[in-house]
């Protein structure tokens, strides 16, 4: 028996494909504002510049960014086989970029008193990715 097996029958976990540039640009040391420009769809990119408006006050700069990232991401798994519902493992690396902008979204959705967005995007990170929500909260 697979460790990863879901024994209720829920759906599989869905693992985004690898697209190594935006990693590689960041890593190179390229600003997220640039990365996002060359690389609009990627999650990563928008969730890091979520980070850093919120990390500047800058919080509704901030939800704009999460959101952008949260729906780049929900295309993204829709495209791989994603049904609304189950598993997006946080220990797949390229399912982070989407997992960290749901994140930064729940956090500015909190920050401008957005209550049921903040309460519905906790709960869906806890369920698509209890790792990430231990990780990034």
């Known amino acids: 028996m697979s460790i990863h ?6 759906p599989p976990p869905t693992h985004l494909p690898d697209d190594p540039g935006p990693r590689e640009l960041l890593a190179s040391g ?3 504002a640039e990365v996002a ?14 980070d850093d408006a919120f990390e500047a006050g800058r919080v509704v700069e901030s939800y704009a960014y999460a959101r952008t990232g949260y729906h780049r991401g929900l295309d993204s798994l829709r ?3 994603w049904k609304g519902h189950g598993p997006v493992p946080f220990e797949h690396e390229p399912n982070r970029g989407f ?3 749901l994140h930064a979204l729940a956090r500015a959705a909190e920050a401008i008193g957005e209550h049921e ?5 906790s709960t ?3 369920e698509s990715s209890p790792t990430a929500a231990a990780t990034l909260s």
Not at 40 to 50: N, R, Y
């Open 30 to 32: 390229a600003a997220p």
């Open 117 to 121: 967005e903040y309460e519905r995007c």
């Open 37 to 50: 420009a060359e690389y609009p769809t990627s999650s990563l990119a928008w969730a890091l510049l979520a």
């Open 79 to 81: 495209r791989n086989g």
């Open 5 to 10: 097996e879901n024994l209720l029958g829920g």
């Open 99 to 101: 997992l960290r902008a």
């Open 124 to 126: 869906f990170l806890k």
